[in-house]
Protein backbone atom coordinates (compact mmCIF):
# COMPACT_ATOMS: atom_id res chain seq x y z
CA UNK A 1 0.00 0.00 0.00
CA UNK A 2 1.36 3.18 -0.94
CA UNK A 3 1.98 5.87 1.60
CA UNK A 4 -0.59 8.15 0.25
CA UNK A 5 -3.01 5.57 0.00
CA UNK A 6 -2.40 4.70 4.14
CA UNK A 7 -2.53 8.10 4.82
CA UNK A 8 -5.85 8.55 3.35
CA UNK A 9 -7.60 5.64 5.10
CA UNK A 10 -5.86 6.41 8.93
CA UNK A 11 -7.87 10.18 7.68
CA UNK A 12 -10.91 8.71 6.50
CA UNK A 13 -11.36 6.24 9.59
CA UNK A 14 -10.28 9.75 12.28
CA UNK A 15 -13.44 11.73 10.42
CA UNK A 16 -15.47 8.40 11.25
CA UNK A 17 -14.73 8.86 14.88
CA UNK A 18 -18.03 11.28 16.79
CA UNK A 19 -15.80 14.28 17.53
CA UNK A 20 -16.40 13.50 21.37
CA UNK A 21 -14.20 10.37 21.05
CA UNK A 22 -11.63 12.45 19.51
CA UNK A 23 -11.05 14.31 22.27
CA UNK A 24 -10.30 11.58 24.75
CA UNK A 25 -6.58 11.04 23.32
CA UNK A 26 -6.43 14.60 23.58
CA UNK A 27 -7.49 14.54 27.35
CA UNK A 28 -5.27 11.47 27.86
CA UNK A 29 -2.16 13.09 27.13
CA UNK A 30 -2.51 16.29 28.52
CA UNK A 31 -3.32 14.08 32.06
CA UNK A 32 -0.57 12.65 31.55
CA UNK A 33 1.87 15.44 30.88
CA UNK A 34 0.17 17.09 33.99
CA UNK A 35 1.43 14.76 36.04
CA UNK A 36 4.95 13.78 34.86
CA UNK A 37 5.66 17.86 34.97
CA UNK A 38 4.00 17.68 38.73
CA UNK A 39 6.46 14.66 40.00
CA UNK A 40 8.90 16.75 38.18
CA UNK A 41 8.37 19.90 40.48
CA UNK A 42 6.64 18.63 43.45
CA UNK A 43 7.90 15.56 44.06
CA UNK A 44 11.40 15.52 45.80
CA UNK A 45 13.92 13.34 43.64
CA UNK A 46 15.20 11.37 47.19
CA UNK A 47 11.06 10.21 47.51
CA UNK A 48 11.44 6.39 48.14
CA UNK A 49 14.98 6.04 48.58
CA UNK A 50 13.50 4.63 51.90
CA UNK A 51 9.92 3.13 51.02
CA UNK A 52 7.15 6.07 51.21
CA UNK A 53 9.15 8.65 52.07
CA UNK A 54 12.15 11.18 51.42
CA UNK A 55 15.18 10.02 51.67
CA UNK A 56 16.53 13.35 53.84
CA UNK A 57 13.69 12.80 56.04
CA UNK A 58 16.00 10.40 58.17
CA UNK A 59 18.76 12.90 58.48
CA UNK A 60 16.84 15.57 59.21
CA UNK A 61 15.06 13.64 61.89
CA UNK A 62 17.80 12.52 63.35
CA UNK A 63 19.39 15.90 63.44
CA UNK A 64 16.22 17.46 65.74
CA UNK A 65 17.13 18.09 69.31
CA UNK A 66 16.00 15.29 71.85
CA UNK A 67 13.24 16.69 73.89
CA UNK A 68 12.26 13.40 75.70
CA UNK A 69 14.00 10.95 78.04
CA UNK A 70 11.63 8.12 78.29
CA UNK A 71 10.76 6.30 81.21
CA UNK A 72 13.86 4.08 82.01
CA UNK A 73 15.90 7.74 82.42
CA UNK A 74 12.81 8.48 85.29
CA UNK A 75 13.49 5.01 87.17
CA UNK A 76 17.01 5.62 87.59
CA UNK A 77 16.37 8.56 89.96
CA UNK A 78 12.93 7.35 90.41
CA UNK A 79 12.57 4.25 91.47
CA UNK A 80 10.26 4.29 94.25
CA UNK A 81 7.74 6.40 92.19
CA UNK A 82 8.27 3.80 89.52
CA UNK A 83 7.67 0.71 91.83
CA UNK A 84 4.04 2.33 92.57
CA UNK A 85 3.13 3.64 88.62
CA UNK A 86 3.61 -0.17 87.81
CA UNK A 87 1.76 -1.81 90.49
CA UNK A 88 -1.50 0.94 89.37
CA UNK A 89 -4.24 1.66 86.72
CA UNK A 90 -1.39 4.06 85.16
CA UNK A 91 1.43 1.71 84.73
CA UNK A 92 1.01 2.05 81.11
CA UNK A 93 1.15 5.26 80.70
CA UNK A 94 4.47 7.12 80.22
CA UNK A 95 5.71 9.46 82.90
CA UNK A 96 6.24 12.10 80.29
CA UNK A 97 2.80 12.60 79.82
CA UNK A 98 1.66 14.28 82.61
CA UNK A 99 5.66 15.36 83.34
CA UNK A 100 6.19 16.78 79.75
CA UNK A 101 9.59 16.36 77.98
CA UNK A 102 12.26 15.50 80.26
CA UNK A 103 15.41 15.25 78.38
CA UNK A 104 16.72 18.79 80.03
CA UNK A 105 15.67 17.73 83.15
CA UNK A 106 17.87 14.20 82.81
CA UNK A 107 21.16 16.12 81.22
CA UNK A 108 21.01 18.95 84.07
CA UNK A 109 20.70 16.04 86.68
CA UNK A 110 17.12 17.03 88.22
CA UNK A 111 17.95 21.04 88.41
CA UNK A 112 15.57 21.53 85.21
CA UNK A 113 12.17 21.75 86.66
CA UNK A 114 9.33 19.55 85.13
CA UNK A 115 5.93 20.35 85.70
CA UNK A 116 3.57 18.45 88.47
CA UNK A 117 0.26 18.66 87.27
CA UNK A 118 -1.63 19.36 90.20
CA UNK A 119 -4.60 21.61 88.57
CA UNK A 120 -8.07 19.50 87.93
CA UNK A 121 -7.45 19.86 84.37
CA UNK A 122 -5.25 16.92 83.75
CA UNK A 123 -7.73 14.39 84.90
CA UNK A 124 -10.58 15.06 82.93
CA UNK A 125 -8.23 15.66 79.68
CA UNK A 126 -8.19 11.23 79.80
CA UNK A 127 -11.20 10.68 81.88
CA UNK A 128 -13.94 13.47 80.96
CA UNK A 129 -16.91 11.01 79.77
CA UNK A 130 -16.64 10.52 76.03
CA UNK A 131 -19.34 7.31 74.47
CA UNK A 132 -16.71 6.81 72.20
CA UNK A 133 -14.05 5.72 75.05
CA UNK A 134 -13.92 2.13 75.91
CA UNK A 135 -16.93 0.42 77.69
CA UNK A 136 -15.22 -0.11 81.23
CA UNK A 137 -12.93 2.98 81.17
CA UNK A 138 -13.18 5.08 84.27
CA UNK A 139 -14.76 8.23 83.46
CA UNK A 140 -16.54 11.26 84.74
CA UNK A 141 -18.57 13.93 84.37
CA UNK A 142 -16.33 16.93 85.78
CA UNK A 143 -19.04 19.50 86.84
CA UNK A 144 -20.77 17.30 89.12
CA UNK A 145 -17.78 14.68 89.78
CA UNK A 146 -16.62 16.80 92.99
CA UNK A 147 -16.24 20.04 91.27
CA UNK A 148 -13.86 22.51 92.30
CA UNK A 149 -11.16 19.79 93.71
CA UNK A 150 -8.25 18.90 92.04
CA UNK A 151 -8.08 15.51 91.28
CA UNK A 152 -5.22 14.93 93.60
CA UNK A 153 -6.86 15.51 96.28
CA UNK A 154 -8.72 12.37 96.57
CA UNK A 155 -6.37 10.35 93.79
CA UNK A 156 -2.67 9.75 93.84
CA UNK A 157 -1.77 10.51 90.39
CA UNK A 158 0.69 6.69 89.92
CA UNK A 159 -0.97 5.15 92.08
CA UNK A 160 -5.03 6.28 91.60
CA UNK A 161 -7.07 3.83 92.78
CA UNK A 162 -10.47 5.11 93.73
CA UNK A 163 -11.29 5.91 97.77
CA UNK A 164 -14.20 3.80 97.17
CA UNK A 165 -14.60 1.35 95.37
CA UNK A 166 -17.60 1.63 93.71
CA UNK A 167 -20.51 -0.92 93.21
CA UNK A 168 -19.90 -3.46 90.64
CA UNK A 169 -22.11 -2.46 88.09
CA UNK A 170 -22.12 0.61 88.55
CA UNK A 171 -18.51 1.54 87.96
CA UNK A 172 -18.93 1.14 84.51
CA UNK A 173 -22.53 1.84 84.08
CA UNK A 174 -23.08 4.94 86.10
CA UNK A 175 -25.35 6.78 84.17
CA UNK A 176 -27.83 3.64 84.32
CA UNK A 177 -27.46 3.65 87.79
CA UNK A 178 -27.86 7.11 88.75
CA UNK A 179 -31.06 6.65 86.14
CA UNK A 180 -32.55 3.77 87.75
CA UNK A 181 -31.72 5.44 91.79
CA UNK A 182 -34.86 7.68 90.42
CA UNK A 183 -37.06 4.81 89.46
CA UNK A 184 -39.79 2.25 91.45
CA UNK A 185 -36.74 -0.05 90.20
CA UNK A 186 -34.42 1.13 92.31
CA UNK A 187 -34.50 -1.91 94.51
CA UNK A 188 -34.44 -4.38 91.93
CA UNK A 189 -30.63 -5.10 91.72
CA UNK A 190 -29.20 -5.60 88.50
CA UNK A 191 -28.78 -9.48 88.37
CA UNK A 192 -32.33 -9.86 88.70
CA UNK A 193 -33.00 -8.97 84.88
CA UNK A 194 -29.40 -9.47 83.83
CA UNK A 195 -26.88 -12.49 84.49
CA UNK A 196 -23.19 -11.74 83.90
CA UNK A 197 -20.36 -14.34 83.64
CA UNK A 198 -16.79 -12.91 85.33
CA UNK A 199 -15.36 -12.78 82.81
CA UNK A 200 -17.52 -9.78 81.61
CA UNK A 201 -15.40 -7.51 84.19
CA UNK A 202 -12.53 -7.85 82.59
CA UNK A 203 -13.60 -7.91 78.61
CA UNK A 204 -17.26 -6.88 78.67
CA UNK A 205 -17.36 -6.64 75.04
CA UNK A 206 -17.09 -10.02 74.23
CA UNK A 207 -18.91 -11.74 76.90
CA UNK A 208 -21.77 -9.34 77.20
CA UNK A 209 -24.40 -10.31 80.04
CA UNK A 210 -28.21 -11.88 79.34
CA UNK A 211 -31.65 -9.62 78.63
CA UNK A 212 -34.76 -10.63 78.90
CA UNK A 213 -36.18 -11.94 76.00
CA UNK A 214 -39.77 -12.14 76.44
CA UNK A 215 -42.94 -10.67 78.22
CA UNK A 216 -43.02 -13.79 80.42
CA UNK A 217 -40.34 -12.04 82.09
CA UNK A 218 -42.20 -8.81 83.24
CA UNK A 219 -44.70 -10.61 83.99
CA UNK A 220 -43.27 -12.79 86.65
CA UNK A 221 -43.60 -9.25 88.85
CA UNK A 222 -46.34 -7.57 87.26
CA UNK A 223 -49.06 -10.28 86.59
CA UNK A 224 -52.02 -10.32 88.62
CA UNK A 225 -52.08 -13.91 88.97
CA UNK A 226 -47.90 -13.78 89.55
CA UNK A 227 -45.91 -14.67 92.77
CA UNK A 228 -44.88 -10.86 92.70
CA UNK A 229 -45.33 -8.41 95.72
CA UNK A 230 -48.79 -7.34 95.88
CA UNK A 231 -47.48 -3.56 96.12
CA UNK A 232 -46.25 -3.47 92.98
CA UNK A 233 -47.93 -2.00 89.88
CA UNK A 234 -50.22 -5.08 88.32
CA UNK A 235 -51.61 -5.34 84.69
CA UNK A 236 -53.42 -8.10 82.39
CA UNK A 237 -50.59 -9.83 80.56
CA UNK A 238 -53.14 -10.92 78.01
CA UNK A 239 -54.28 -7.71 76.57
CA UNK A 240 -51.77 -5.22 77.45
CA UNK A 241 -49.70 -4.52 74.95
CA UNK A 242 -50.57 -7.77 73.26
CA UNK A 243 -48.14 -8.63 70.91
CA UNK A 244 -45.44 -5.99 71.82
CA UNK A 245 -42.64 -6.64 74.36
CA UNK A 246 -42.56 -4.91 77.49
CA UNK A 247 -39.58 -2.52 76.55
CA UNK A 248 -40.70 -1.42 73.31
CA UNK A 249 -42.98 0.90 75.43
CA UNK A 250 -41.17 0.93 78.55
CA UNK A 251 -37.46 1.50 79.67
CA UNK A 252 -36.47 -0.86 81.75
CA UNK A 253 -34.41 1.31 84.19
CA UNK A 254 -36.88 4.37 84.65
CA UNK A 255 -40.71 2.56 83.50
CA UNK A 256 -43.04 5.31 85.06
CA UNK A 257 -45.69 5.68 83.10
CA UNK A 258 -47.00 8.89 82.81
Known amino acids: ?51 HYRGSALVEAASLDFKYAGHQACAECHDDVVETKAAGYHKNL ?19 ELRAPRERGGGPMCHEYLPSR ?13 PIKPCISCHEAHDPTPPETPE ?15 SKHV ?13 HKV ?15 CG ?6 GPGDKDIKKIDMATHGEGYVCWQC ?3 HLPEVQ
Open 1 to 51: MKSDDFLGSVISFWNRIPEQMRRLPILAAIAIAALITVRMLLIPGDFGEYG
Open 94 to 112: ACEVCHGPAAAHVAAEGDA
Open 134 to 146: PTGFPQIISASHN
Open 168 to 182: ECEACHATIARTKAL
Open 187 to 199: YVPCTRCHEALDE
Open 203 to 217: NPRRYPPSRPANREF
Open 220 to 225: GCHDPD
Open 250 to 252: HYP
